[in-house]
């Protein structure tokens, strides 16, 4: 149900994008995604990762404490992020190459509370199995997020009609998921006290202490070329490869984020010691999602320019381009990550660090020998493809290796 949902945010998506790109520049699109990159990099430690914990709390009663202890996390670093922007704002975005984001600077603050709002309420949800309303929010985002760029656009906003757009998509359904978990709110608060909420801190403390790091470093090693583009190239390079890796990503990006929410509120419910039914499911979600992937990833490489040229106008082939290269990394991780969930239900979560602190790490070498060798933009994004798509695949074959090491208890 919820990738059924997925699909039909991912076509209306697809059907608004012609009309937002002949609305703005890449000029304009280059301010939106170094907004997308800087918020994609802080709001994963909104809740320092507690709210991933909620699906597998042993009952209601710690659950609904773990979701009161993501939400005060939320609050004090929204708190500090706005004290931060206020003080330092300039400089930080400066040192990150974002200067054209000095005067929408508070718009980050507002994204990044909505955006880990929204994040908590799915997780209940998920734990609730509640499919049905998690999908109606992909609906909303989807059609408000697009919408809003489209109107804001027409009334001449330039990119800050660009940011309200992608904000609003963002956190568009936070009202239904509040809906549904209000039903059973006044049963559950009663459950709610500060000792609760302390052991829940003590006791899921793995996830703030490994989970929280390997997201925000998963999320730094797919924005930061971003940032290096921005730096050693001009305005309109950032612009193409913000519209490719969304264009790119998105019907592999929004498919995979709901079978990867699905695949962990099924795996979840089986907790850790049915690791051997684990171990199935995985094996059959990825062969599905290695056929569903194939034809978007061949049609990207083999027709990129000319689709993207027709689709989104001439001033786009550089994107099309871009994105060619960049199916390389959309496809190899739309089938492998979702089953990286996996180190979240056997709380082996230290794994994935290390792995993507070696990702992280590679990034920056491909970047860096990228300027020393003066390589073109479609050049480094390539290497950086390939690489990107060989930890993938290396992230698959280490959740494996922990499915198995757990299976192999099961006997015991």
């Given amino acids: 149900m919820i990738a059924g949902g997925a699909a039909f945010a991912q076509v209306i998506s697809l059907l608004l994008s012609p009309v937002i790109t002949r609305i703005y520049s890449p000029e304009e699109f280059s301010t939106l995604t170094l907004f997308i990159s800087i918020l994609g990099i802080i709001c994963l430690l909104g809740t320092l990762s507690y709210e991933s914990a909620i699906p597998i709390a042993a009952n209601d009663n710690k659950a609904i404490n773990l ?33 054209d984001l000095v005067n929408y600077k508070y718009c980050i603050v507002i994204g990044f509370f909505m955006t880990g709002l929204y994040a908590i309420l799915t997780e209940w949800a998920l734990r609730k199995k509640n499919y049905n309303g ?137 907790g850790k010691s049915n690791a051997i039914a684990i171990k199935k499911i995985s094996r059959g979600l990825l062969k599905k999602l290695s056929i569903i992937g194939a034809i978007p990833m061949i049609i990207l490489i083999l027709l990129g320019p000319e689709l993207f040229v027709i689709v989104f106008g001439d001033n786009w082939n550089n994107a099309g381009v871009f994105a060619s290269v960049l199916a390389i990394y959309a496809y190899t991780h739309f089938i492998f990550h979702p089953i990286s969930m996996v180190f979240f ?46 930890a993938e695949f290396c992230k698959y074959l280490l959740a494996q290796y922990v499915i198995n090491k757990h299976t192999s208890q099961d006997y015991y």
């Fill in 67 to 99: 979701l009161l202890l993501s939400l005060i996390i939320l609050c004090l670093i929204t708190f500090l992020l706005t004290v931060t922007i206020f003080l330092f704002s300039d400089f930080l975005l400066l040192l990150l190459n974002a200067t």
């Fill in 134 to 270: 998690i999908a109606r929010t992909k609906y909303s985002q989807s059609i408000i997020g697009n919408g809003g760029k489209i109107a804001f656009g027409f009334m001449g906003f330039g990119p800050i009609g660009l940011i309200l757009g992608q904000i609003l998509g963002q956190s568009a359904g936070i009202i239904n998921l509040y809906i549904s978990f209000s039903k059973e709110r006044r049963s559950l608060l009663k459950n709610i006290d500060l000792l609760s909420i302390w052991w829940c801190a003590k006791r899921y403390v793995r996830f703030p202490k490994y989970s929280a790091p390997t997201l925000f470093i998963i999320s730094l090693t797919s924005q930061i070329p971003v940032f290096f583009l921005s730096a050693f190239y001009n305005p309109e390079t950032v612009g193409y490869y913000g519209l490719a890796l969304t264009i790119t990503f998105l019907p592999m990006g929004i498919i995979g984020k709901s079978v990867e929410d699905v695949f962990y509120g099924e795996v979840a419910s089986l």
């Fill in 345 to 390: 239900v056997f709380e082996e979560q230290h794994l994935q660090l290390y792995l993507n602190i070696t990702k992280i790490v590679l990034v920056i070498i491909v970047f860096y020998m990228a300027n020393i060798l003066d390589l073109s933009a479609v050049l480094a994004i390539l290497i950086f493809s390939i690489t990107m798509g060989c």
